[in-house]
């Protein structure tokens, strides 16, 4: 790494709200909006010398597709108990193949459902307020 670039990445990271938004990167997956929730700040703002800070560069890339990326509280052992891993998105109802990780299940950031075809198949759909099978 350069001299010149290495004092760039230097002087980036010394801003408190950039090591603020890269230490919610390292505490898991989240969305852009929870990522600027707390701060008072565009996207533009991580934008330096004519290249995105990859952080920010990965986070962009996700506020394209669809924001919901929640935990979702079905748990490994129910998943194992009905041999279903699939579930659709509450806010685009895009149907995703999930595994647990760390113990927990969160829906990846993804691409928005361009269709308006009904979903089939065994899934996890929420309603209402909780995650239920459907076979519809």
């Given at each position: ?5 290495l ?76 041999g ?53």
């Amino acid at each position: 790494m350069s001299p010149d670039r290495l004092s760039s990445t230097f002087a980036a990271l010394a801003d408190p709200t950039r090591r603020a938004i890269l230490a919610r990167l390292a505490s898991g997956e989240t969305s852009v909006m929870e990522l600027a929730e707390p701060f008072d700040m565009s996207l533009a703002y991580a934008f330096v010398d004519g290249q995105w800070l990859p952080c920010t560069a990965d986070a962009f890339l996700q506020m394209q597709g669809c924001s919901d990326t929640k935990v979702i509280e079905v748990t490994r052992s129910q998943m194992e108990e009905t041999g279903v891993s699939h579930f659709e998105c509450p806010t685009c109802l895009a149907v995703r193949d999930i595994q647990p990780k760390g113990g927990r299940v969160k829906f990846p950031s993804h691409s928005k459902r361009m269709t308006t075809t009904p979903n089939r198949g065994s899934r996890w759909v929420k309603q209402e307020i909780a995650w239920k099978l459907s076979d519809a």
